[in-house]
């Protein structure tokens, strides 16, 4: 009898344990914030304010094409980073922009990415690159 009202014991245990593991890691891939790349231009996203975000876009400054960010609303995103990471330390070699944004405000914006060379008026950009924002 006692040996049984032990492994009860144990299993409750380990079920509480197990429980409260995965609501922490549910809770560590909630906070990290989440990252769009290219594939993802196009798409409508629900974030919270407060929440960060990232947008990862290949680039390489070496062929003169850069991505420039067209206006958006600075009252609902606020871009807190701007980072860049070559993929070689080769010279020439491309690498990912990462733009960091702060949802700031209740409301919805998109951003839009141009892919170009600033000095070629009149050429549509290589690359477009767009995400919507609702915030709550």
Known sequence: ?????????????????????CETMEKMFEESPPVFIQKDSGKTVDLNVGREFDIGLDSNPSTGYIWTLEPYDEYVLKQVALKYKRYAEKIGSGGLRRYVFQVVGVGKTTLTFKYSRLWEKGIPPKKTFTLTVNSQ
């Open 1 to 21: 009898m006692l040996r049984k009202n032990m492994f009860y014991i144990m299993a409750i245990i380990m079920i509480q344990f197990l429980l409260s593991s």
